[in-house]
């Protein structure tokens, strides 16, 4: 976990330049071009701390417990007074093998959930919930 503000910061903007840099590398890239180059865009939104969850292994298993986990994280978190964010758009710079060397993880290890945490200057609405539909199988 990264924990300074200004360490995210930088590395918020090294993210936007790759994104920048290799548009085919983001997920839904063409559709958040404009977003990511716009020079107010902050990547990790000025969050002071990043978790990234990461996998230690490639097998598909681990990156559904690793979803479990930041749900669960983020959930605490929310208890805690915190917001969080999923920066899913950071995963494949956060992935690069350079990116983790400087970041300390062991290149066998799999980005899957990159998170900012941080007090939020306010709580969205909520969106509201959709009905429920039950599927029973006999």
Same mark, same amino acid.
């Given at each position: 976990?990264?924990?300074?503000?200004?360490r995210?910061?930088?590395l918020?903007?090294?993210?936007?330049?790759?994104l920048?840099?290799?548009?085919?590398?983001?997920?839904a890239?063409?559709?958040?071009?404009?977003?990511? $180059?716009d020079?107010?865009?902050?990547?990790f939104?000025h969050?002071p701390?990043?978790v990234?969850?990461?996998?230690?292994?490639?097998d $598909?298993?681990?990156a559904?417990?690793?979803?479990?986990?930041?749900e669960?994280l983020?959930?605490?978190?929310?208890?805690?007074?915190?917001?969080?964010?999923?920066?899913?758009?950071?995963r494949?710079?956060?992935d690069?093998?350079?990116?983790k060397?400087?970041?300390?993880?062991?290149e066998t290890?799999?980005?899957v959930?990159p998170?900012?945490?941080?007090?939020?200057?306010?709580?969205?609405?909520?969106p509201?919930?959709?009905?429920?539909e039950i599927?029973?199988?006999?």
């Amino acid at each position: 976990m990264c924990l300074d503000r200004k360490r995210v910061d930088e590395l918020a903007s090294r993210a936007k330049t790759w994104l920048l840099e290799n548009p085919g590398e983001a997920p839904a890239q063409p559709s958040i071009h404009h977003m990511v $180059s716009d020079p107010e865009f902050a990547i990790f939104h000025h969050a002071p701390a990043l978790v990234i969850v990461l996998a230690t292994s490639s097998d $598909s298993q681990a990156a559904e417990d690793c979803c479990l986990a930041a749900e669960n994280l983020m959930l605490a978190a929310r208890n805690a007074g915190l917001g969080t964010c999923p920066i899913g758009l950071a995963r494949p710079w956060l992935d690069l093998p350079s990116t983790k060397l400087e970041l300390g993880v062991s290149e066998t290890y799999r980005v899957v959930v990159p998170i900012v945490l941080g007090h939020p200057i306010e709580w969205p609405e909520s969106p509201g919930r959709k009905s429920v539909e039950i599927h029973w199988i006999r």
